[in-house]
């Protein structure tokens, strides 16, 4: 039976450049960074405490993913603060932080224009 997600890999052009954007800006950790092939690493991050990671994966051949490959969603503690907290360190949102009938939410990007859909816990 299937117990949980392990990782979810996200389509990047640049790993260390997507390291540093996930590690400074949003706070992830490094769970894993060595070498996978010739061109790339393996690199798997985690967040809070968290089972489920998220693997910075150079697309050889897959490019045309970069910026559309990942769709999910991050919970936070505090939506607004966690907006404003991200805002001043410069990630671009697509959507500021919105109130729907079924709950609050904002959107942002990362270098490669991967959307983020975040929402409180």
């Known amino acids: 039976m299937i117990k949980a997600i392990k990782f979810v890999s996200i389509?990047?052009?640049d790993q260390d450049a997507s390291l540093k954007f996930f590690t400074e800006k949003?706070?992830?950790?490094v769970l894993t960074d060595?070498?996978?092939d010739d061109t790339q690493r393996w690199i798997e991050l985690r967040v809070?405490?968290?089972?489920?990671?998220?693997?910075?994966?150079?697309m050889d051949g897959d490019e045309q993913l970069i910026g559309r490959g990942f769709h999910g969603s991050l919970?936070?503690?505090?939506?607004?603060?966690?907006?404003e907290e991200l805002l001043a360190?410069?990630?671009?949102f697509v959507t500021p932080p919105t109130k729907e009938a079924w709950g609050s939410f904002a959107v942002f990007k990362d270098i490669d224009?991967?959307?983020?859909?975040?929402?409180?816990a």
């Open 11 to 13: 389509p990047v052009r």
């Open 26 to 29: 949003l706070g992830f950790r």
């Open 34 to 36: 060595q070498p996978h």
């Open 48 to 58: 809070g405490n968290a089972q489920t990671g998220l693997v910075l994966f150079k």
């Open 75 to 83: 919970v936070c503690d505090q939506l607004e603060k966690t907006y």
């Open 89 to 92: 360190k410069g990630v671009e």
């Open 113 to 120: 224009g991967n959307r983020f859909v975040m929402s409180a």
